[in-house]
């Protein structure tokens, strides 16, 4: 039989965190604890549930348009108004995706062609690399540095940039290092852009968790917001993870023929979710601001604990991430993280499932309650004690 | 940054038993920061105790708990305050609450057996000058008190490691 795969996809590395997860689940072990998670622990507050619900009862189980409920999209445009300062068309500037995945996927899509330059600053999340291959572009990796807190200098995406770029893609606040970008980091950026004509996907799904200044979007940064494809959602800021709900903003023309390709993948996001995220973006600002607090708290509390057990670690202001380092004790990330899991049963996500430059560090999810947190810090003390 | 008595509050009132240096390390705060205004809220009053949540059910201690309306004839200057002060200081009062609607005061109490509560009702409480009327309401199951879910599932259901 002729070979039923297509080249490309197998030649595609599967996600370094599928491996890790592959290990835990072969343990099968209930004594493991794990800081490897990338999704809140906080049920979705219930009156968004509610709303969920009730859109169900109602029988609202129909497709809606292409690109999503209109009052959707309207109360979409108000936040990233109230809380971000841009303002967006939501007849023609909105598309309502299935998470913010879809979105990273559509927006390469529509933009890229074979050959066209992607720079994707690492370590990062999964997902940037293969949907650039995948839709033809050639990723260009810029390896951010520990000693600038893991934040993209101008100087860094300056060095990358060829005749063939055409995209940056921005992903702060970041998961997995925790690191924003303030607004004069952006500025900089921006300028670099602009003088070369370039377009930015900024995946903005940890906005709402930001702990240092409210986060600043690269889209409200003078002559930027023509050239950003803004990507947001609820599953971080919301904790709606299983609701798929993303969204993306952005030009007209980007989006009109990112909604073709929605519409021919996908027809439309789930329905039911769309009515529960009118009521997050109406009712929600305190739920987030909670969630965000006891965050907050317990990044305080990483930070410190790690600092006392003698690993470095840069004091992270987004996502619920820190990013510790284990260059000291002589081993690889993937061997720290094995060990650990074996040794003391506790599972985090080695830093080079992020990307190469993520090697001599471990990602650390802090989406668990202190008490939990406590226990982990104990193992990880533990297992630093013997080596 | 957030009002530092503020989170303070809102951390404590989860879990009063919180050691101060830990405090400290999650509000970003100093240890005597955090003392000197624990000071201050209780002399101020704002913090009034610090207590346990307790579900009875699950222990062998027989506790019965009833919510009472009761209607009362306010008095002349005193209003409500005269006749809720004569109710709260039986120490089998747990609180008392000035009420919009229908009656006027919320009594909720705490006995060891349904006939003591309604002992306490009809000597104490209905015999009282200025109450008019009484409805006691016995609490057979408590879903969730204070915030707190008394049958709560703590199981993570998510995946244990994920992007």
Redesign the interface.
């Known amino acids: 039989m002729r070979n039923p795969l297509s080249e490309t996809i197998v030649n595609i590395k599967p996600s370094g965190i599928r491996k890790f997860f592959d290990i835990v689940a072969e343990m099968n072990d209930p004594e493991v604890i794990s800081l490897g998670v990338g999704e809140p622990d906080f049920d979705t507050p219930w009156h968004i549930r509610d709303e969920g619900i009730y859109s169900l009862e109602k029988g609202r189980t129909f497709y809606t348009s292409n690109a999503g409920l209109m009052e959707l999209r309207r109360e979409i445009c108000n936040y990233l108004k109230r809380r971000f300062n841009v303002e967006y068309d939501p007849r023609k500037q909105v598309l309502i995706t299935v998470g913010g995945s879809e979105a990273i996927d559509i927006g390469l899509r529509a933009i890229l062609d074979p050959g066209d330059e992607v720079i994707i600053p690492q370590p990062c999340y999964v997902s940037y690399e293969p949907c650039t291959i995948l839709a033809g572009g050639k990723p260009v990796i810029v390896n951010l540095k520990a000693e600038n807190e893991f934040r993209l200098t101008a100087k860094e995406l300056e060095d990358a940039i060829t005749p063939k770029t055409k995209l940056l893609i921005l992903p702060f606040p970041n998961n997995p290092t925790g690191a924003i970008m303030e607004r004069n980091d952006l500025e900089a950026i921006a300028e670099v852009i602009i003088k070369h004509d370039l377009l930015v996907m900024s995946d903005e799904i940890y906005a709402e968790l930001s702990y240092k200044e409210k986060h600043v979007t690269i889209a409200e940064i003078p002559g930027m917001k023509e050239r950003t494809i803004l990507i947001n959602g609820f599953s971080k800021a919301y904790a709606m993870t299983g609701w798929r709900m993303g969204y993306v903003c952005g030009p007209d023309a980007i989006i009109e023929q990112m909604t073709k390709i929605h519409q021919f993948a996908i027809m439309c996001a789930p329905t039911t979710s769309q009515y529960a995220a009118i009521e997050a973006l109406k009712n929600g600002d305190d739920d987030v601001e909670e969630m965000r607090r006891a965050y907050d708290q317990r990044r305080r509390y990483l930070v410190h604990e790690f600092r006392e057990i003698g690993m470095d670690c840069f004091e992270p202001f987004g996502a619920f991430y820190v990013f510790p380092s284990i260059q000291r004790f002589n081993m690889t990330s993937d061997e720290f993280a094995t060990r650990l899991l074996k040794d003391q049963k506790l599972a985090v996500v080695p830093g080079t499932a992020f990307g190469d430059c993520g090697e001599g560090f471990l990602r650390i999810s802090y989406a668990y309650s202190i008490e939990n947190l406590k226990k982990a810090m104990g193992r990880i003390r533990k297992f630093v004690e013997t080596l | 940054m957030?009002n530092i008595r503020e989170?303070i509050l809102?951390?404590i009132e989860k879990n009063s038993r919180i050691d101060l240096s830990?405090l400290a390390?999650?509000?970003?705060v100093s240890e005597p920061d955090i003392a000197n205004t624990l000071e201050e809220l209780e002399s101020e009053g704002v913090i009034c105790g610090y207590h346990t949540m307790i579900d009875w059910d699950k222990t062998s201690i027989d506790k019965v708990s009833a919510l009472i309306e009761v209607r009362v004839t306010p008095q002349r200057e005193e209003g409500f305050d005269r006749i809720a002060e004569r109710i709260y200081n039986y120490p089998e009062v747990n609180s008392v609450y000035l009420i919009s609607g229908g009656y006027d005061l919320l009594v909720t109490l705490e006995g060891k057996s349904l006939k003591e509560v309604s002992q306490f009702v009809s000597d104490k409480l209905s015999t009282l000058d200025t109450v008019i009327s009484t409805a006691t309401h016995f609490i057979l199951k408590r879903y969730k008190d204070h915030g707190t879910i008394m049958d709560t599932r703590t199981e993570?259901v998510?995946?244990?490691?994920?992007?």
């Open positions: 957030e989170a809102t951390t830990e390390i999650r509000l970003g993570d998510r995946e244990k490691v994920s992007p």
